[in-house]
């Protein structure tokens, strides 16, 4: 897996770089502003670009912006976006954005949970999803009130799980933090994908495609 | 007060001068009668000479009053001289004392005068200039404030908050290596727990200063982001254009959010609608919502939000009759 990393503070940034040498996964550019990212993705043509939020110059939203604009130039380049904050208005504009590669919204400081992290890269990396369980919370607590659609047809454990999955974890996972067994995840998720009406076809796209919805649908 | 003993001396210099002149005149005139005999002319000249010596003394004694009455004092030392001068004229010529129409008419504006004076005791426009004085520098000092604050902002997300993702991120790495020494792996995973506790307390702070998009984005992606974190219903409508200065959009956001969570706490069934227009000068923002209403406009909350918007020159209505929903609206000048 080829991985880029654009982040201004060189402590940072040199320290994700280890960590992910560490675990075998090959940092192939580093860039400390949005232009600098367009430039090596389009130079080195990554799987992912690890991008953070405020970057120079204008200290802003700099990051997320480059991060979306690579998304969509680059096809099939994954984006994970690392932030000192959860901010709704980010996560829908980067979940909206056009491209294919997979997405993710993380904390920085899930950094420091190294297998986490990896396991967050390396799924977006392969397209899937890595949200924060903190930006998963303020999108479900929105979900509460106000349900339309096909997600208003969920359950309440439905909605659970989905949740769980839009922050990435597997079934096994699921399970585990909800104290049942795999069978009734498997259950519950193939009751998801009925309502919201996914084709049966590959199952991780569909994930992917219910968890999108589920998020969108509280922007 | 060296400069002020100058002026004094300059000044009796002057009137010993315009006096010895006036005395040499005087002087003259009399020789020159005395020469050609006729009636005492020379009074006349002496009157005319006193004149603006007397003129001169009197407002000079007046000046000295205390401020708040020295202009009645200055009309009124005017009106002696000129009430003087005509005495003086009538005892000269005789007749029917007609001086009294002066005397009549200058202390009925003596009066009306001393009338509005006391009606208006306070120095208005004194006050006018010191609360525009004090309206500019109380502005200056919050927006000073709300730079300072965003500055405190920006250097705990660089400074303290990286250097605490930075320490995680090496307990982390360092965790991975500890698979055998189970015992101290487990603290090593605690002092990083410890480190993202920190981390979060930090970001809870910041942005009770000033959420990032805010500062970011401005204050219609503010509320639009404050709506889609509310635990109800939010709709928003926006017809701003420019961004207004930071203390102002501070202030507009906190006014918002404050009030999304009212409604979320008191109302939570209820649909909320945020409104933000910029009228001339003013950015006027208003949150109504269909609850049940019946808010105290006096509530914690409420009050809290009322100081912030008043310290701004701004004002905050609530309108929360029961059964019809609240409208919250605040208006803040923006120049």
């Known amino acids: 897996m080829r991985v880029v990393i654009a982040e201004d503070q060189a402590l ?7 960590l992910l040498r560490e675990q075998h996964i090959d940092v192939v550019a580093q860039a400390e502003d949005g232009e600098g990212l367009l430039r090596i993705v389009g130079g080195h043509k ?50 909206d954005s056009d491209g294919e590669g997979g997405v993710g919204y993380l904390l920085k400081e899930r950094v420091g949970d190294v297998k986490g992290f990896v396991a967050s890269v390396r799924r977006v990396a392969d397209g899937g999803t890595a ?58 998720i193939s009751n998801i994908f009925g309502k919201l009406d996914l084709p049966a076809t590959d199952d991780d796209h569909r994930r992917v495609l219910a968890v999108l919805t589920f998020l969108r649908a509280s922007g | 007060m060296e400069p002020e003993r100058n002026t004094r001396m300059n000044w009796s210099g002057w009137l010993s001068l315009q006096t010895s002149v006036f005395g040499l005149i005087l002087f ?26 007397a003129l001169q003394l009197s407002i000079r004694e007046a000046l000295k009053a205390p401020r708040r009455w ?40 003596l009066a009306l005068h001393a009338i509005i004076l006391t009606r208006v005791p306070v120095r208005e426009r004194e006050l006018v200039e010191r609360v525009d004085v004090l309206t500019r520098t109380r502005r200056g000092a919050l927006d000073v404030q709300a730079a300072e604050l965003r500055r405190i902002e920006r250097d705990l997300h660089d400074g303290a908050q990286a250097r605490l993702v930075a320490l995680s991120m090496k307990l982390g790495r360092a965790e991975g290596r500890l698979d055998e020494h189970p015992e101290i792996a487990e603290l090593v995973r605690g002092a990083r727990e410890d480190a993202s506790a920190a981390i979060g307390e930090l970001r809870d702070l910041a942005r009770g200063i000033a959420p990032p998009v805010l500062a970011d984005r401005g204050l219609e992606a503010a509320v639009d982001s404050l709506g889609r974190r509310s635990a109800i ?17 501070t202030a507009a956001y906190f006014v918002v959010a404050e009030s999304l969570t009212n409604v979320a706490k008191h109302a939570p069934d209820a649909t909320a609608h945020v409104t933000l227009a910029e009228e001339p000068g003013t950015l006027v923002i208003e949150i109504s919502d269909n609850g049940p209403g019946g808010a105290k406009p006096e509530g914690g909350g409420l009050s809290g939000l009322r100081q912030r918007v008043q310290a701004l020159d701004g004002t905050l209505a609530v309108v929360s009759n029961p059964g019809e929903g609240t409208v919250i609206r605040a208006e803040l000048p923006c120049e």
């Open chain 1, 46 to 95: 990554p799987d992912l670009a690890i991008v953070d939020v405020r970057l120079p110059p204008t200290f802003t939203d700099e990051g997320i912006r480059a991060a979306m604009q690579a998304r969509s130039q680059f096809p099939g380049l994954g984006v994970l976006i690392l932030s000192q904050y959860v901010e709704p208005v980010y996560t829908a504009e980067l979940l």
């Open chain 2, 233 to 249: 219903d939010v709709t928003l409508s926006s017809r701003i254009t420019r961004r207004p200065p930071p203390v102002v959009e």
């Open chain 1, 131 to 188: 949200l924060d369980r903190e930006v998963v919370k303020e999108l479900v607590r929105n979900r509460h009130t106000g349900d339309e659609g096909a997600l208003g047809s969920l359950t309440p454990r439905e909605h659970e799980v989905l949740a769980l999955m839009a922050e990435g974890r597997t079934n096994a996972a699921i399970a585990r933090a909800m104290v049942v067994t795999p069978g009734a995840v498997e259950k519950h």
């Open chain 1, 12 to 18: 940072l940034r040199e320290g994700i770089v280890a």
């Open chain 2, 28 to 53: 003259v005139c009399i020789v020159v009668w005395a020469l050609t005999g006729g009636t005492f002319w020379p009074i006349w000249v002496a009157m005319g000479l006193a004149l603006p010596i």
């Open chain 2, 70 to 109: 020295r202009a009645l004092a200055v009309q009124g030392a005017f009106s002696g001289v000129i009430v003087g001068l005509n005495v003086f004229i009538w005892a000269l010529t005789g007749g029917a004392f007609w001086p009294i129409w002066t005397v009549l008419g200058f202390g009925l504006a």
